[in-house]
């Protein structure tokens, strides 16, 4: 396991500068492995592969073509104690049936967030989205690209990194967007204890797009309880404060003197329940930052979570220009996991590197309008270490 920060500590936490160190580090195994199972089949009768990626370090990365879902990530903490650090069902059934308004571990698309009223105007022409959030069109509409069942394009297997190719080719007018649309998502595991997320998308028609993956994390194991104790830094000095229905009023506002300041690492209730409007109408955070370092070609350090107890670390770094920082805040208790335990409000976090909400009708706002000829390519990496 990669033991050590990639990053000073925020300095809001200098005092703690002389514990950030590197742990003994586990034994070295052979080179990132590569398994191959089936998961089930739909209920429409489509077979469904699971890939796991396991590397020298014992981090393991397990990826099922049904949504291009990630299923499992299983991390050592600073003892070598491996958890599964996201949450998820049991089964394929369980994912079908329930993961519609939930999107564990899924691949987010066409338009990943909220577009406003279920409309949009590109090249003078309207077009209207089925609102599966009313009024608003959420994460691509129902039956989106997290209820698809991905082609595997190709499985890899190198010296230091193994991975797997997934497409899905959308239709034009799948959910009321325009063109097709083909996806591909490589998800790869190194030995460097990163998971990277590669995203490229071409189309045949002036479209709009939008892609992420919606992970929900809790690092000291799904089902181990709320995550409130758990740390968050993100690298943003504005955000996109939104209406009561979560959608952006056009601002782009400083966090400075606001609870949306995570500048530096603190834990992820320290105001959560503050009385302050962002917070109350999404019910926690459920939130657009804008990253200082975001929207570049290179990935650049976007956010940080910590959490205290199995020392286990998460750094994401995105080409993307924002983050969407969520609280899982929609889990009621009403959604049993994998491990037979109840979901609730605040069990995990999502850190959903993207766009802005509602782009398309948001002109001030980084485009999400893809052409012809134009190749779509962001890439996310998820960086494990123990502190």
């Not at 979560?246 to 506002?253: A, K, N």
């Not at 105001?271 to 975001?294: E, F, M």
């Not at 969520?326 to 049993?336: E, H, K, P």
């Amino acid at each position: 396991m990669n033991c050590s920060f990639h990053r000073s500590p925020a300095p809001v936490l200098a005092a703690l500068a002389a514990v950030w160190a590197t742990f003994a580090c586990l034994p070295a195994a052979a080179a990132v492995s590569v398994s191959d199972t089936r998961y089930g089949a739909t209920q429409a009768g489509q077979d469904v592969r699971e890939y796991a990626f396991t590397n020298r370090y014992g981090v393991t990365l397990k990826v099922m073509t049904y949504g291009g879902i990630v299923t499992e990530l299983d991390v050592p903490d600073r003892h070598g104690r491996r958890a599964d650090i996201v949450l998820g069902f049991g089964s394929l059934q369980d994912y079908e049936r329930l993961n519609g308004n939930i999107h564990f571990g899924a691949l987010i698309g066409r338009y990943a967030n909220r577009i406003a009223n279920g409309r949009f105007t590109l090249d003078g022409q309207e077009y209207r989205l089925p609102t599966n959030d009313p009024p608003n069109t959420l994460h691509g509409g129902p039956d989106s690209f997290d209820s698809k069942v991905w082609t595997p394009v190709r499985t890899f297997q190198q010296p230091t990194e193994a991975g797997v190719q997934l497409r899905y080719v959308s239709p034009d007018g799948e959910n009321g967007f325009p063109g097709t649309l083909t996806v591909d998502v490589t998800y790869t595991l190194t030995d460097d204890d990163e998971v990277r997320i590669d995203y490229r998308a071409t189309t045949d028609k002036d479209t709009v797009v939008n892609l992420t993956n919606h992970s929900y994390f809790n690092l000291a194991g799904e089902a181990s309880g709320n995550v409130e104790r758990q740390m968050i830094e993100i690298a943003a000095s504005r955000y996109t404060p939104t209406d009561d229905k979560s959608i952006p009023t056009g601002e782009i506002s400083e966090v400075a003197g606001t609870p949306m300041d995570l500048r530096g690492l603190s834990p992820i209730g320290a105001h959560l329940r503050d009385a302050y409007a962002q917070l109350i109408w999404a019910h926690g955070y459920d939130q657009n930052w804008v990253l200082d370092g975001g929207g570049h070609d290179t990935p650049a350090f976007a956010a940080r979570a910590y959490d205290p107890d199995s020392g286990r670390v998460l750094d994401v770094y995105t080409t993307q220009p924002g983050l969407q920082f969520y609280t899982a805040n929609g889990l009621d208790g009403s959604v049993v996991g994998r491990s037979g335990s109840a979901y609730r409000q605040t069990d995990a976090f999502a850190l959903e590197a993207e766009h802005f909400p509602d782009s398309p009708n948001q002109p001030t706002f980084p485009t999400t309008e893809l052409k012809p000829g134009q190749t779509l390519h962001e890439v996310t990496v998820w960086k494990l270490g123990v502190r």
